[in-house]
């Protein structure tokens, strides 16, 4: 029944997806996944209307997650190099956090097979348990329910090594090659990257959302009376209190986990048409932490304000 309405669909899909229609959708950009190539995905994500075509409020998602994937494309293809020489024909085992109605999460289970080539598992987790009944039926329709599991968790709460093992009736609890985040509000990036650090994962990626804590301990400086610094005009007119904090936020994560032994780049995303929320995090495990990182971090703290990230505390 399930394959008789995917075949149809890919059918309609193949007929809608013309070389033109899809070179004016995708431009000049590198995509991994096209519409005409995962109609069942892209319909399963809701990115696909019912005649296979893409209404414009879904472009946005459709290029946020296809450039994540795109640009872990080197990472991906170091960390299967380092599988593939370490535990040959094992699967590639990601943990989306906060992977909300799995967009990024399906992806990469679609994705990662057919580009590099190995098996993946992929685990979703997030705290609202009704995300992830809508993640568990988009797994289905996507008929991905046996790489992709789900779990409804705080991240702060998961042991997530045995999650995997529940989920997937593995012998034993596995390592876990990279944690994804995309979009994870405020400090729940922060918990990914505690995750991902705590599982001496191989790859962090994130792209982090309304970054509010440090904005928060601003404005209670601001409001303390403290005697005014250089910075005293940024932390007392909101809307650039907010703007600069999420940079210096992600700043401060960025040297966090470089002192944590990870090689960490700051890049953008996509381009701002599709959302202001472009900063990617990309991190690789070199097990070798940066001795100055953490000097620097408390500089950056001082400069700005003498308040720093909570993350700082979790990752000593
Ligand atoms: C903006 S949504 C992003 C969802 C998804 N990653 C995406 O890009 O479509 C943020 C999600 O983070 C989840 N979340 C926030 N804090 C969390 C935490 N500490 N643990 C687990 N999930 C969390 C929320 O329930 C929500 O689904």
């Not at 990662?112 to 997030?126: N, T, Y």
Request: with cysteine; charged share 25%.
């Amino acid at each position: 029944m399930r394959d008789e309405w995917a075949e149809r669909f890919a059918e309609r899909a193949r007929e809608h997806w013309t070389p033109a229609r899809t070179a004016e959708l995708v431009r000049d950009k590198t995509l991994a996944v096209l519409p005409g190539e995962a109609p069942e995905l892209l319909r399963a994500l809701g990115i696909l209307h019912r005649d296979a075509s893409m209404p414009p409020a879904e472009r946005r998602k459709f290029f946020q997650i296809n450039h994540m994937v795109a640009m872990l494309g080197p990472s991906l293809r170091e960390l299967v190099a380092a599988r593939e020489a370490s535990a040959p024909g094992e699967p590639l085992r990601i943990v989306d956090a906060a992977c909300g109605r799995s967009y990024l999460t399906l992806l990469l289970a679609h994705a990662i097979p057919r580009l590099h080539g190995v098996p993946v598992q992929v685990l979703g987790v997030d705290r609202n348990p009704d995300v992830i009944v809508e993640s568990e039926r988009r797994t289905r329709a996507a008929g991905l329910s046996t790489v992709v599991k789900h779990d409804a968790s705080h991240l702060g709460a998961l042991d997530v090594r045995r999650a995997f093992r529940e989920a997937f009736a593995l012998a034993e609890a596995p390592s876990v090659d990279a944690v994804v985040a995309l979009h994870a509000c405020d400090t729940a990036t922060d918990d990914a990257i505690v995750l991902g650090v705590g599982l001496d994962a191989t790859l962090l990626a994130l792209a982090p959302c309304c970054q509010a804590e440090l904005a928060r301990k601003w404005s209670e400086v601001a409001a303390s009376g403290a005697t005014p610094d250089a910075f005293a005009p940024i932390r007392r007119t909101p809307h650039l209190r907010r703007e600069v904090a999420s940079l210096v936020t992600d700043t401060m994560r960025q040297l966090l986990i470089r002192a944590a032994g990870y090689e960490c780049w700051a890049l953008e995303l996509v381009p701002t048409e599709h959302t202001p929320k472009n900063l990617m995090l990309r991190a690789m495990n070199r097990r070798a932490p940066d001795a100055n990182a953490r000097a620097e971090y408390e500089a950056l703290r001082a400069a700005t304000g003498g308040v720093g990230i909570g993350l700082a505390e979790r990752l000593r």
